[in-house]
């Protein structure tokens, strides 16, 4: 019954690995988006994809690439993970069209 | 671009009293806004929003929030707080269809 369900909960890595964060989104909508939450509780958007397509590419390092399968499902790659990127990592979604985000409960990303 | 301002970092507050969080927005074209509740080691959860019509808007836990507009704010209140109410407050404000952003967050910390 989850609208918006991130996998996994906690990630804890070496610097250096790769890893992957998945999202999906069972409410229909059709614009997703990817939120860092920084030590200091601070929120940026990252990315954001609608109807499969990339509309919102804040500046990221390009370690950071999203994928969009189809318009339920966005997940974020990290390559060559860095202390820096610890951080929690929201997903969320909405209608374009209607104002209001649905968050998932976010990925503890702890780099180590 | 839009932006916001919470003016307060941190809100202690003993139990039943009343509260207000701050919040001042910037944009130049008609916004939207929103005020989000994180719970610790949890996602954002939408407390109310405003779109349009009354200024007055209530939300869930017994919250609401006031639109001003030539004040540019969206203060949060709540005439009696619990314990529970302890968390992070976020507020937010979007432009039209472009990103949501959101504020550096509020503290509030409710002790007996």
């Known amino acids: 019954d989850t609208a918006v369900s991130q996998t996994p909960k906690y990630l804890v890595t070496q610097m250096g690995n790769d890893k992957s964060i998945k999202c999906e989104q069972n409410?229909?909508?059709?614009?997703m988006y990817w939120y860092k939450q920084d030590s200091k509780k601070f929120l940026k958007i990252m990315f954001s994809y609608n109807n499969k397509e990339l509309i919102i590419n804040e500046t990221v390092p390009n370690r950071f690439s999203p994928k969009s399968p189809d318009k339920a499902h966005l997940n974020l790659h990290i390559n060559s993970l860095e202390l820096g990127d610890s951080a929690v990592y929201f997903c969320?979604?909405?209608?374009?069209?209607?104002?209001?985000?649905?968050f998932g409960s976010g990925t503890r990303l702890t780099v180590v | 671009a839009q932006s916001v301002t919470q003016l307060d970092s941190q809100v202690p507050v003993f139990e039943e009293a009343p509260v207000e969080l701050r919040c001042n927005y910037s944009s130049s074209v008609s916004v939207y806004l929103f005020w989000y509740v994180q719970y610790p080691n949890q996602g954002l959860q939408l407390l109310l929003k405003y779109l349009s019509g009354s200024t007055l808007v209530k939300g869930i836990n017994g919250f609401e929030a006031e639109f001003n507009k030539s004040q540019t704010s969206f203060h949060l209140r709540k005439p009696s707080v619990h314990i529970s109410d302890t968390a992070e407050y976020f507020c937010?404000?979007?432009?039209?269809?472009?990103?949501?952003?959101f504020g550096t967050g509020t503290r509030l910390l409710v002790s007996p």
């Open positions: 409410l229909g909508h059709d614009t």
């Open positions: 937010a404000v979007r432009a039209g269809f472009q990103k949501l952003v």
């Open positions: 969320a979604s909405s209608i374009q069209r209607y104002y209001g985000y649905t």
